[in-house]
């Protein structure tokens, strides 16, 4: 690589993150930057890896030293204006929109941010405005579409809104993300509307992806299909590798206080020095807030954390709080594992789980003589079910059922307490948390 010139490391930099290998993107972008420090196209590359990797301090620093060199650049000013926009940063992300546009009326990306920072403002008729303007340029645009779609279901203009939706998924070719963006639309809009305005957009949506497991997992879920006995495995990690950025802000908005109720029973059972060398594992551990609460009870390197979703073990990564983190199917990971633990947690993981049999004799063989799970689930208030899958993707459980699986493998029920869990829209969520041993 000696040889290497400026303008080839900056060639393997943008090949490397086309790739999405971005400690690669910054290998190569560094070592050319070592022999020309002034290479705004490099420094670009290293502030976009570190976007990209949700640093976006770095990113900023790299691309603010690139804005010196060319101040004027079209290129660097958009770079700028996403990290103002990912920092949340309005006002001067439109201020800087503002002076790209002044130059290039037509520049359709950031017509696009502009048009997504109004609607995060809720200033809807104004994102509308800035979201046909790129619609006008660019018809295919199916961010545009997405966001047209949220406007419209946010002024309560529910046919648009599914419409748009449907228009955006079929633009993007089926992108996850705009998949599980129409998943959670048609479910928004069935709470407010009934099913009947949204299942006729739900069928046409499976129509056009027959075989795209989010689609058949979420109608089914709109259906309650009662033959569902788990939630699809691909469909729960898309969407949490989706939400990973956004999930815990969004939590706090829905009330959600389930790992805080998880932290009272915690405190009642081991509010003691002498439990600091307790082994726990944490299931469905996201973004690891329940294992905050843990680490105040046991010395470090005794709390594990397994999740389907690799983006959200990135962020529990960073709480610096779990011994090892594993990401897989959480019964493929108990299948080893025999009487090894004190205590399995699981905050709102078990509700992706209809049929609780084989989960509770994995838990059951999983921990020692005596060994604690303590988890939530939610309440089946509908009908006389043991469990069914609700419209919302998530099973809800009657306690009848709840019981009788517990003590059939081997638990006694310890304590239980009935909270709300959370908000969706206005509706209060029901559920338990519930404390159960091995016996």
């Keep these: 690589m000696e040889n290497t010139d400026q303008k080839d490391y ?99 990306d950031t017509l696009l941010t502009v048009g997504s920072i109004y609607f995060e403002q809720k200033r809807y008729a104004d994102s509308k405005r800035y979201l046909e303007r790129v619609l006008a340029l660019r018809p295919e645009s199916f961010w545009a579409l997405n966001y047209m779609g949220q406007c419209a279901e946010k002024t309560g203009d529910y046919d648009n809104a599914l419409t748009y939706g449907l228009q955006a998924v079929k633009a993007s070719g089926g992108e996850d993300s705009q998949h599980i963006n129409y998943a959670y639309s048609l479910y928004e809009i069935s709470m407010e509307t009934g099913m009947e305005k949204v299942m006729p957009y739900a069928e046409r949506w499976l129509d056009s992806f ?84 843990l680490a105040d009870y046991v010395g470090k390197g005794h709390i594990y954390g397994v999740d389907l979703s690799a983006e959200m073990l990135k962020k529990a990564q960073q709480k610096n709080i779990y011994s090892k983190l594993f990401c897989g199917d959480l019964l493929h990971f108990l299948n080893d594992k025999i009487s090894c633990l004190d205590l399995i947690t699981a905050a709102d993981v078990f509700i992706y789980f209809g049929s609780l049999d084989s989960l509770f004799a994995k838990i059951n063989q999983a921990l020692k003589k005596g060994g604690r799970t303590i988890f939530s689930l939610s309440q089946n208030r509908i009908n006389e079910r043991d469990y069914f899958l609700h419209a919302s993707g998530r099973f809800v459980h009657s306690w009848g059922y709840i019981t009788h699986v517990l003590q059939k493998n081997g638990f006694r029920l310890e304590k239980v307490k009935e909270e709300i869990l959370r908000y969706e829209g206005d509706n209060p969520v029901f559920g338990w948390i519930i404390s159960a041993r091995k016996i």
């Excluded at 299909?225 to 939630?231: G, N, Q, R, T």
């Design 10 to 108: 900056h060639a393997l930099a943008l090949e490397a993150y086309r790739g999405g290998d971005y400690p690669r993107t910054i290998h190569y972008a560094l070592s050319g930057l070592k022999n020309a420090p002034n290479n705004a196209d490099l420094l670009c590359d290293c502030g976009s890896a570190y976007f990209m990797l949700g640093d976006y301090e770095k990113a900023e620093s790299y691309y603010r030293n690139a804005w010196t060199l060319v101040p004027n650049s079209e290129m660097v000013n958009m770079n700028l204006l996403n990290v103002d926009f990912a920092c949340k940063r309005y006002a001067a992300a439109l201020s800087r929109a503002s002076r790209i546009l002044r130059a290039n009326p037509d520049n359709v």
């Design 210 to 293: 027959p075989e795209n497991p989010i689609v058949r997992y979420a109608v089914s879920a709109l259906k309650n299909d009662v033959s569902a006995k788990v939630s699809d495995t691909f469909y729960v990690q898309k969407v949490f590798d989706f939400f990973a950025d956004s999930f815990e802000e969004a939590l706090q908005n829905l009330d959600y206080r389930v790992p805080e109720y998880i932290n009272g029973f915690l405190k009642r059972f081991y509010g003691w020095n002498f439990f600091r060398n307790l082994e726990i594992l944490d299931l469905g551990c996201g973004t690891g807030l329940v294992g905050k609460y």
